[in-house]
């Protein structure tokens, strides 16, 4: 009973202050920036880790 009584009075808190809630769901890595940084680095990083690679191969081979 006691998270029905938090959301209650939430929920008066919400209308007298005119706020706006938005609830999210538990897990949304499409709604985090950090996902998407990191998502972003480590595809270039790999890229660049394999091309050197690449050319170690060849100037060693």
């Known amino acids: 009973m ?13 209308k007298k202050h005119q706020i706006w809630i938005v609830y999210l769901p538990r897990y949304s890595p ?9 998502f972003v680095l480590k595809h270039k ?6 091309k050197d690679a690449e050319t170690v ?3 060693t081979g």
Request: charged content about 25%; proline content about 3%; hydrophobic content about 35%.
């Open 45 to 50: 990083l790999g890229d660049i880790v394999s």
């Open 57 to 59: 191969q060849e100037n």
């Open 2 to 14: 006691q998270s029905l009584f938090k959301e209650v009075e939430i929920q008066k808190l919400v």
């Open 30 to 38: 499409n709604m985090n920036p950090i996902k998407k940084t990191c």
